[in-house]
């Protein structure tokens, strides 16, 4: 298919304090000390990009985790406390020179003028290797962080009310992501002209007003950062249901959704492929990955003696929206392989302890998958769009110029 | 016994908008590119600077309804660089400007405590109110807050952001693996706040940072302005770097501490300056005066008199007369977006005493917006640049300079490699760093160690 960017398997791996599993903190390869140290994250950082990986996701939220869905908790047994996700990208960029970076926006509370040159100058600084995961946030307790909007509460999570409340969510989030990409665009490459001739520093005509009007906000620009070395950095999102899907599939340089097999993953692929058709965007690249939390070992027994240990500890099962994998690299291999088979061009493995399964999969999976033949054996390219096979984008304003 | 000499405190600003930049020089480089930050803050640290300090833009500037292009157009965002910056830089400070009106207490407290965990303790804010429709029409805000708003926004945004910083302790996090338990206290970063410009309450998800609160820098010359930085800011970004009305500025502000509570050494006062060193002293003359002509173009020059003629004189020869016609008066001024507007408030006056001027050394516009417009603050060799910033500084009319360079990004390393030795000489500026933080090098206290005296009183 020809949405379908490139037939080489993706890894990118999620990155959130200590790691998914809420007691991965209490293991002997955790730091939990250090998660608010930018040497902690310069770590993991460089470990994945050792492990040749596209790019790392890193988590973020604008008010403390929680072991519920939409209130916060009062637990003191689990990690608590967040830096903020672009920041921590800003600081690893000049340590890494190839992976992608790839941090988190709650397009919610932000204002998308800033995320958009917040973004921009992320590419810069990485000279090319930025994106953004964009989230919602139904809960209403940060809301009452910012104190301008009330968000309905939700009870349940698919009566027609909660539906309601996630829609117009997602929809100001595609706003959110139009106005972003907009503004990287209100720059023409080649704005920039130093002319001393006419003492023109640029040529205004390369500069473009966005007029976005929405619902939600409007955006005059241009923005104030020129167009970034991507163009267009990535936009990517997680998706559960149809109404994200449809934002994957209109707005997304990638989507990850959370199939428990092979079956499931074929008709995911396939709505967000449907959703693609109606936007009109069936020709263009879109990466769907898997999300997998991944407990690796070099023993199946010893990974599942691992997540029972963690759970004990816990004191209940860890349980997840993504498919949760006990057991060795070769194994997760194979079942990486079948799920890409299915039409999944990448995944985005979420290590349960970051400090034990992010080596795992930088020194065990790769290898494997290398020594299959289905993953790059060196970086082919000096930029996230050039590693994920996406061209670098034209500019919307200046095709319309020359038309 | 003659008095102790003042250290002099140093910081250089990575020159933005307006036309400081000689863009047009060879030497010049990218503004936007990372390895121009880079050089920048590297030059800076090794002359051992307290810190970096970068402006903010929201908004391109405009004048007669189009983009103005005479100058450097586009900045990157503030955060972003000074985290990539911490990067690549162990001990310089990293100051941002970040608009009060634009943003959220709740966003802007959690990117300066992440800055500060990143940096390990060296970043500093510098908070400005905008209130001007024009800027408000990127954001979902708008343009709604009223001119007379803004610093009462600007406080209570200030405020608000404090009890966030102040919401953890510093000791919450036990990370105990034996008893399982992470947090000391599930309500670590509790807050509530209610005032006029936000209802806000949860719990700060920040952990309490190395210097406890940013550094607070403020600018801004109203009466309004004055006392919102004696009353909250640990230093002030100032314009007064002529002698005496340094002096007037450094008494008039320092004098309004105690009433805050404050001691005469809790407020920094750092003008901005520019510099051209040359070999001598009439070298440095020389080269000042080409730099001032590169600075103002023919197009320069006439876009400069457009701001008090407020109408277009794009047809005005600006080797020739200045006009005879006379300025627009009016709300409407064909300038957005630039803060110097504010200076021409009478503008019939101002056309009538420049006519004058330049009738009188037969100037053309170009040599009269040369004549009248900003000089370089210190010009000469490296000895009479050293001697005449310490002067400044003993005799209390600065605590010390933020240097804004006209070349980018190169423009810092001559004063780096030539002055900064001399005034170390002189033993009035470090050698080495002695301290990691911000503060350290500023000379502030932690505000652990302060109590909340401050805030008790204002």
Redesign the interface.
């Known amino acids: 298919m020809s949405s379908t960017p490139s037939s080489s398997l993706h890894l990118a791996v999620a990155l959130d304090g200590t790691g998914w599993h809420p007691a991965s903190w209490r293991e002997p390869a955790a730091r939990p000390r250090e998660l608010f140290t930018a040497a902690y994250w310069a770590d993991l950082v460089t470990e994945a990009e050792r492990g040749l990986l596209d790019f790392v996701t890193i988590e973020d939220g604008l008010g403390p985790q929680s072991s519920h869905f939409l209130d916060a908790d009062e637990r003191t047994d689990q990690v608590r406390g967040r830096l903020d996700a672009v920041l921590i990208a800003s600081r690893v960029a000049p340590l890494t020179r190839h992976i992608g970076l790839v941090p988190t926006v709650v397009s919610t509370h932000t204002e998308p003028f800033h995320i958009s040159k917040a973004i921009a100058t992320l590419d810069y600084v990485s000279n090319g290797r930025a994106g953004l995961r964009v989230q919602i946030t139904a809960r209403p307790n940060e809301a009452d962080h910012f104190g301008r909007r009330t968000i309905p509460r939700i009870d349940a999570y698919d009566s027609p009310a909660a539906r309601e409340v996630v829609t117009d969510l997602f929809d100001e989030a595609a706003d959110h992501v139009e106005v972003v990409r907009r503004l990287w665009d209100s720059w023409e490459d080649d704005a920039e002209i130093r002319d001393a001739a006419t003492g023109r520093f640029i040529d205004r005509d390369k500069l473009h007003y966005i007029d976005f009007e929405g619902r939600h906000f409007s955006v005059k620009g241009p923005s104030i950062t020129p167009r970034p070395p991507q163009g267009q950095p990535i936009v990517s999102a997680l998706a559960h249901d149809t109404v994200p899907y449809r934002l994957v599939a209109r707005a997304a340089d990638v989507g990850y959704v959370t199939p428990y097999d092979v079956d499931e993953a074929r008709a995911l692929v396939a709505r967000i492929r449907a959703e693609q058709n109606a936007a009109g965007r069936a020709a263009e690249p879109l990466h769907v990955f898997g999300d997998l939390v991944v407990f690796l070992d070099d023993d199946p027994a010893a990974a599942t003696a691992r997540r029972e240990r963690l759970d004990a500890l816990a004191g209940q099962p860890y349980t997840s929206d993504a498919l949760i994998f006990t057991g060795t690299a070769p194994q997760l291999a194979d079942l990486l392989q079948d799920l890409h088979g299915a039409g999944l061009s990448g995944f985005r493995l979420r290590p349960a302890v970051a400090g034990h399964d992010l080596p795992a999969i930088t020194r065990g999976l790769v290898p494997e998958l290398q020594r299959r033949g289905v993953y790059r054996r060196a970086y082919e390219a000096g930029t996230l769009r050039g590693l994920l096979g996406l061209a670098r984008p034209a500019n919307r304003y200046a095709a319309t110029a020359t038309a | 016994m003659s008095k102790p000499l003042k250290q002099i405190h140093l910081a250089a600003h990575f020159p933005g908008v307006n036309n400081t930049t000689v863009?047009?020089d060879p030497k010049a480089g990218s503004h936007?590119?990372?390895s121009s930050f880079?050089h920048f803050a590297r030059t800076a640290e090794r002359a051992k600077f307290d810190f970096l300090f970068l402006a903010e833009?929201?908004?391109?500037r405009e004048q007669g309804g189009?983009?103005y292009?005479?100058?450097?157009?586009?900045?990157?965002?503030t955060?972003?660089?000074l985290?990539?910056l911490?990067?690549?830089t162990e001990h310089l400070g990293l100051t941002g400007t970040i608009n009060s009106t634009?943003?959220?207490p709740?966003?802007v407290a959690?990117?300066f405590?992440?800055?500060d965990?990143?940096?390990?303790g060296r970043s500093a804010w510098n908070v400005v109110t905008s209130w001007d429709a024009f800027t408000g029409?990127?954001?979902?805000r708008?343009g709604f807050l009223p001119q007379e708003e803004r610093y009462s926004r600007a406080k209570e945004f200030l405020a608000t952001a404090h009890e966030l910083f102040d919401s953890?302790h510093g000791d919450e996090?036990l990370?105990d693996?034996e008893t399982?338990?992470?947090?000391?206290?599930?309500?670590?970063?509790a807050f509530v706040h209610t005032g006029q410009h936000?209802?806000?309450?949860?719990?700060f998800?920040?952990?309490r940072?190395p210097q406890g609160r940013p550094v607070i820098f403020q600018a801004g010359d109203s009466e309004e302005g004055r006392e919102f930085a004696a009353s909250s800011a640990d230093a002030i970004f100032s314009r007064y770097a002529a002698l005496e009305a340094g002096r007037a500025f450094y008494q008039d502000v320092k004098s309004r501490l105690a009433k805050y509570g404050r001691g005469h050494d809790q407020l920094l006062i750092l003008p901005a300056a520019s510099f051209v060193l040359g070999d001598t002293d009439d070298e440095a003359q020389e080269l000042a005066k080409e730099v001032r002509r590169a600075q103002v173009?023919?197009?320069?020059a006439l876009k400069h008199l457009e701001f008090v003629w407020n109408r277009d004189l794009s047809a005005y020869d600006p080797e020739g007369p200045l006009p005879d016609v006379d300025p627009v008066v009016s709300e409407e001024h064909i300038s957005r977006g630039r803060a110097q507007v504010r200076m021409y408030r009478d503008p019939l006056a101002t056309a009538r005493e420049w006519r004058e001027l330049a009738a009188a050394n037969k100037w053309s516009i170009r040599d009269l917006v040369i004549e009248t417009g900003n000089r370089q603050n210190f010009i000469g060799s490296p000895a009479t640049v050293a001697r005449t910033i310490n002067d400044f500084v003993q005799a209390d009319a600065s605590d010390g300079f933020i240097l804004v360079p006209h070349i980018t990004p190169g423009g810092l390393d001559v004063f780096a490699d030539q002055v900064v030795p001399l005034l170390q000489e002189q033993g009035v500026f470090r050698t080495e760093y002695e301290g990691r933080t911000l503060r350290d090098h500023l000379g502030l206290a932690h505000p652990d160690q302060i109590g909340d005296d401050r805030r008790a009183a204002s």
């Open positions: 863009w047009s936007i590119e990372f880079v833009g929201l908004r391109l189009q983009i292009d005479l100058d450097v157009v586009g900045r990157p965002d955060f972003t660089v985290a990539a911490a990067a690549v634009f943003n959220e709740y966003e959690r990117q405590a992440s800055l965990h990143l940096s390990g029409e990127n954001f979902r708008g953890w996090i990370a693996r399982g338990t992470f947090l000391r206290d599930a309500k670590a970063g936000f209802d806000i309450h949860g719990q998800n920040v952990p940072s173009s023919g197009a320069t």
